[in-house]
């Protein structure tokens, strides 16, 4: 099995057209599965010009495609055959439940799958990407230079993650009349400029013409280039990176976990040698006295690697050992990947992609709550101003110490 999402910035640049062309031409090769994962807003069925009432969906526990006949077959499924035009309101959580479930619990006969995703990253493209998991082989991104920004807001979120990347393609990227004048309605920064900042294949441009509507859903095929392109990558691309499914499901290695005991007493020493603690606790203000739990967490983010309780006391920050959190629980929870602990300090992963804090807390590497709720942040500023502040004026001690755990 192989799974391809398609995902863009922003909605309204043909993201979906592209997904279906995508799934036309892999289906001359094999049967392909099309899903319509944007729940909200499914389009796929009236594109295709296929009745949301057929007896496709949900039949005796199981989800049932429906298929057209276009080369070896596409399976489709959309959430417009079980809503039956209804809108829907639920949370992006939801969505993705009911993605999974489709996912999981298909009559699929494919085993290639092409994933038409929401505008924007969220829910629906991490529960893609974490159910398909190890057969997960990257993501196709649309865009048009009017929003390039947002392109590059959808590969940096790429390469934060070490979630692969098919490649970039470029839609409406100009209008030829029939004077023979080519307009650039909306240009911009082009994307093929984009995906070489990151590192990933530029695909080829689509032109905005009268000739893709007039045949819709079908691109003409000397207007498709870019579709193919992309197509042969996907038949190329092998899904995930060697040892992703081990690490990603909490497998830690013995020195990994003895590297975190030993970093972070050591890391600590440092804080409380060179950072004004009274300081930045009186600039936070940061109740001192009181338990921050910091749990360093495996990649899922769901498993704990090792915690360590901590008190603000006396303008220094003191290791507390023996801790009962039934009768003292503590005041501040900080979750954050091991890995993204000290990326977040060195400012970039061992790749070199630029990372920060706030590059961790944006991705869900970090997660912060106080018994004054999720978004009461001072533990969080606190922490992270004294961990730069070491790092600014350590002489280069930090960046040694954290050595271990990258």
């Not at 590969?155 to 009349?177: R, Y």
């Not at 606790?281 to 921050?292: E, T």
């Not at 969080?380 to 350590?394: P, V």
Request: hydrophobic share 45%.
């Amino acid at each position: 099995m192989k799974a391809v999402g398609v995902a863009s910035g922003k909605g309204g640049v043909g993201k979906t057209l592209v997904a279906i062309n995508l799934a036309k031409t892999l289906a001359m090769v094999e049967k392909v599965a099309l899903i319509d994962a944007d729940i909200s807003n499914p389009t796929i069925l009236q594109l295709l010009n296929i009745n949301a009432e057929l007896p496709m969906g949900l039949s005796e526990r199981s989800i049932k495609p429906a298929m057209i006949d276009v080369g070896r077959g596409i399976e489709i499924f959309s959430i417009e055959s079980i809503s039956k035009g209804r809108g829907i309101y639920k949370v992006g959580s939801e969505y993705a439940k009911i993605l999974a479930e489709v996912i999981r619990y298909g009559e699929w006969d494919s085993e290639l799958f092409i994933v038409d995703t929401p505008a924007g990253i969220g829910d629906v493209h991490k529960i893609t990407v974490s159910v398909f998991d190890e057969n997960y082989a990257g993501t196709l991104v649309v865009g048009i230079q009017a929003h390039a920004q947002e392109v590059r807001r959808v590969l940096e979120v790429h390469a934060v993650n070490d979630i692969p990347v098919i490649g970039v393609l470029e839609n409406m990227s100009g209008f030829t009349c029939e004077c023979g004048r080519t307009y650039d309605f909306f240009g911009g920064v082009k994307l093929s400029e984009i995906a070489e900042q990151f590192g990933v294949p530029f695909l080829g441009s689509i032109p905005l013409s009268d000739r893709i509507k007039e045949n819709l859903p079908w691109i003409p095929d000397d207007l498709s280039g870019p579709i193919i392109e992309a197509a042969k990558k996907v038949i190329e691309a092998r899904p995930r990176r060697p040892g992703f499914l081990e690490e990603i499901k909490g497998f830690i290695k013995d020195s990994a976990l003895r590297a975190i005991w030993s970093t972070v007493p050591r890391l600590l020493l440092l804080l409380n040698e060179v950072v004004p603690i009274s300081q930045i606790q009186a600039k936070f203000r940061l109740p001192g006295g009181r338990l921050i739990l910091l749990n360093l967490m495996e990649p899922d983010m769901t498993h704990v690697v090792a915690s360590f309780y901590f008190m603000v006391k006396d303008g220094k920050i003191k290791m507390i050992k023996d801790v009962d959190p039934a009768k003292t629980p503590p005041y501040a929870v900080i979750d954050i990947y091991y890995k993204a602990l000290a990326w977040a300090i060195l400012g970039r992963k061992k790749d070199g992609t630029p990372y920060d804090f706030w590059t961790a807390f944006w991705n869900d590497h970090i997660n912060v709550s106080t018994t004054e709720g999720p978004e009461n942040l001072q533990a969080f500023y606190f922490l992270t101003t004294c961990l730069e502040y070491a790092k600014q004026y350590s002489g280069g001690k930090v960046e040694k110490i954290l050595e271990a755990l990258v």
